[in-house]
């Protein structure tokens, strides 16, 4: 038995309160925010930490014998879990980096469009609009309302806008200020029926939401590991499409320019390769959770109470809430203004001991996002109920 069997055995999983004693989250906070940048399990901070020994005793032969082939074992278990084959992912620090590599493969022509909506990933839309000024092309933006019946509307609309010369399709799996989760295979069987390729931003789903890339087929697929399947940071994956490998580079054009996918995607640069070499052990360490329920305990607790807690705070809903899966988003009352979003964070934090976001929409209003996760607890969101009006009120003096 390996030593990180061993430690995922004496950890072992209690689903809610009593998981935080695998984290080293403050127990003086309570945590709402998995969404952002995740919580690495001790466990998994332990594997990272023996990698990290095992480069730091010979960096030579760790990066330059030892990687290729850890690395392809790392993107086995990723493309076993993912419902896909290793030569069509590439690791890569982060999805915004991967967004950049798929953005810059598209092959897009002077004068088209590239369609996204209302509530793509700010980045993202700067990598967008980077993209648009090399390529002369213009960016479109589909407005959908901030609310469960946005993924309904997309579909509604979106023959109307491939119409137009349409040379990329961005979409969300799941949004980041909105927690909204787009009817991807859908879009991607529309776009793909006029010919327009299609790059879904699933920073936000590996994890949260199961994921077969070979049935979903789109054009790239690029995804976060850090969020919801718990990884150490700097672990994400760009994904695509067997037309679309040669076009592919890597992010940072290094030394392997020019000489395939996978090839390239192998050494872009010296980095901390410990949280690549890890994902097989951040694989295992997931699915013992999932099978002890705990992902399964997040989803009914925030399901339970999203409903509940946006209608004490006369908030709108905008996740759905029949299935929020383990992040949703509301839109607080005219009260809370977007330019609250920083003081309320702080004074959630400072006051109350609760970290969560809060996101700025449409210039005025402001966005509420919970996230729920494998030691939340029903404790945990009784406290952010009562927190938020105090902390607005304070804010007004």
């Not at 072992?12 to 906070?29: E, F, I, K």
């Not at 199961?210 to 995804?223: K, R």
């Not at 997931?286 to 997040?298: E, N, S, V």
Request: glycine share 8%; with cysteine.
């Amino acid at each position: 038995m390996s030593s990180f069997d061993e430690l995922i055995i004496e950890a072992g999983v209690n689903p809610g309160t009593g998981m935080r004693d695998h984290y080293d989250l403050d127990p003086a906070l309570i945590f709402l925010n998995q969404g952002s940048y995740g919580a690495v399990a001790k466990p998994l901070k332990a594997a990272q930490d023996r990698w990290r020994l095992e480069i730091d005793r010979n960096p030579d032969g760790f990066i330059r014998d030892r990687w290729p082939e850890l690395q392809r074992a790392s993107r086995m278990a990723l493309a076993a879990f993912l419902g896909t084959e290793a030569h069509l992912i590439g690791l890569v620090a982060n999805a915004t980096s991967g967004l950049q590599a798929a953005a810059m493969a598209a092959p897009l022509k002077p004068g088209q469009k590239i369609l996204i909506t209302n509530q793509t990933y700010p980045a993202l839309v700067n990598i967008l609009r980077h993209v648009s000024v090399l390529r002369g092309t213009e960016i479109v933006t589909i407005d959908l309302p901030s609310t469960p019946e946005s993924g309904a509307c997309l579909l509604d609309r979106l023959e109307t806008y491939l119409a137009d010369d349409v040379g990329l399709m961005v979409v969300d799996h799941i949004t980041s200020p909105t927690a909204t989760r787009f009817p991807v295979a859908d879009v991607i069987r529309i776009c793909k029926a006029q010919g327009v390729p299609v790059l879904v931003d699933g920073a936000h789903a590996p994890g949260h939401v199961p994921l077969n890339l070979t049935e979903l087929d789109a054009d790239w697929y690029v995804g976060n590991g850090h969020k919801w399947l718990g990884t150490p940071r700097g672990t994400a994956f760009i994904w695509s499409n067997e037309r679309w490998l040669e076009r592919t580079e890597t992010p940072v054009i290094s030394h392997n320019f020019g000489k395939g996918f996978e090839t390239a995607y192998v050494q872009y640069g010296t980095i901390d390769y410990s949280a690549w070499a890890s994902i097989p052990d951040a694989l295992t360490w997931y699915r013992k959770l999932d099978q002890a329920g705990a992902f399964a305990h997040a989803k009914t607790l925030l399901a339970t109470n999203y409903a509940e807690i946006a209608d004490r705070l006369e908030a709108d809903l905008i996740t759905d809430p029949d299935d929020p899966g383990m992040m949703a988003a509301m839109l607080l009352p005219r009260d809370y203004t977007a330019d609250m979003a920083i003081p309320l964070r702080l004074a959630l934090q400072r006051d109350h001991g609760i970290v969560a976001v809060f996101i700025p929409w449409q210039g005025q209003r402001l966005i509420a996002r919970l996230s729920c996760y494998s030691y939340s607890s029903q404790n945990d969101l009784d406290a952010y109920l009562s927190a938020v009006p105090a902390a607005l009120h304070s804010l007004r003096g």
